[in-house]
């Protein structure tokens, strides 16, 4: 029996990779998106790599009635993988009531509402950002969460707790955590990629932006951090491996009704790489000079952060089949295939 998953924020930049991922493995798939920094265009996209019509329901998910009549409208749904969320780190430290409004309301309406309509597994998009300026480094799950650094990584401090709270008195869900590292790249067929409505501000859309001419110049936000080369250390993972993991997550949750109600799994690949050497590897890829300043630091950032992998390849048999020389090759063809059809 198939089983149907509720994706918000679906029309979003790892939704909408997770959706082709679930689609490739047999999974019905519904979306909840308010649009607010996606287009409902990438379901074109979807259907032209999978084959198949994925329905959006725009919905602003902080509106409890607008969640419950979404709802209402999809029937019965056995999982939800929520990505609803917005996720810039600078932008958090100069919007914070904004963030805490949207990240936390819409995850609270989903969880209280969703055990009417059968849902019995609930994956969490969190971030590497609730770990804070770690004390060790690779962090594994069990390192001790610092003091989150922005509004946006509090946020997901909270949304974990929230999950670890409720889980005490709703013993018919399971939740999977997935902190997620520093996602980039885009699907191998640069059909679909990394397309905010809102200007972009994670590393790797930059660099592209700059490099095809939409900027004529990108920032380095600091090169005095006690790093190797002085630039902030971060773990990329391809969009599409993030994406595998979401499936491995529903299918471990499904085959193993032992599993632990809550269970928190860091997905990045275990590497360590500092915004220079980022740079670099689009460079070399792309054989594309690229036209960048070194600025001052970022409100938010956090000196170097990157993952033990090994508890997502233990209990998902998860493992990532791209480095950032493919993030690159992959976040580039996106770049200009995007920018050829606007
Ligand atoms: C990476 C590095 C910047 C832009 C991300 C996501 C967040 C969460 C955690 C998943 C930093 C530097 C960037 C630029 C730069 N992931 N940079 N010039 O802040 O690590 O947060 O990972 O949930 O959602 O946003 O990612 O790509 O913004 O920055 O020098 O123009 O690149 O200073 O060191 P970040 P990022």
Not at 57 to 63: I, P, R, S
């Amino acid at each position: 029996m198939q089983k149907k998953i509720l994706v918000t924020g679906g029309c979003g930049y790892i939704g909408s990779h997770t959706i082709v991922d679930l689609l490739d493995y047999g999974f019905e798939v519904v979306s909840a998106d308010s649009l607010f920094n996606a287009d409902e265009k990438v379901l074109d996209g979807i259907e032209q790599i999978t084959g198949h019509r994925v329905v959006n329901h725009k919905v602003d998910l902080a509106d409890r009635n607008a969640c419950q009549d979404m709802l209402d409208a999809i029937g019965h749904v056995d999982g939800i993988i929520h990505f609803a969320a917005f996720k810039s780190v600078g932008e958090s430290v100069e919007k914070p009531l904004m963030y805490y409004n949207n990240n936390i309301n819409a995850q609270i309406n989903l969880m209280d509402l969703a055990p009417r309509y059968g849902a019995k597994f609930f994956i969490f998009s969190s971030s590497c950002s609730v770990y804070g300026n770690p004390e060790e480094l690779p962090v594994t799950e069990q390192t001790p969460l610092q003091k989150a650094e922005s509004p946006y990584a509090f946020t997901k401090q909270i949304g974990e707790q929230i999950i670890q709270d409720y889980s005490k008195v709703n013993d018919d869900m399971k939740f999977v955590l997935l902190r997620y590292f520093n996602p980039a790249g885009a699907h191998e067929s640069a059909i679909i990629g990394e397309n905010p409505i809102n200007i972009a501000n994670n590393l790797v859309p930059v660099i592209t932006e700059t490099a095809i001419g939409k900027r004529p110049q990108m920032t380095v936000f600091g090169d005095d951090y006690p790093t190797r080369d002085g630039s902030n250390i971060r773990d990329y993972i391809h969009v599409m491996d993030l994406a595998h993991a979401h499936t491995l997550s529903l299918k471990y949750l499904i085959d193993h009704p032992d599993a632990p109600q809550v269970d928190i799994i860091n997905l990045g690949i275990g590497e360590g790489v500092s915004v220079k050497e980022a740079i670099e590897a689009f460079e070399k890829v792309t054989g594309q000079k690229l036209n960048y300043v070194i600025g001052g630091r970022r409100p938010g950032d956090v000196i170097a952060v990157y993952a033990d992998a090994t508890k997502a390849m233990k209990t998902l048999g998860w493992k990532p089949d791209r480095d950032i020389d493919a993030i690159m090759d992959t976040a580039w063809r996106w770049e200009q295939r995007r920018t050829s059809q606007s």
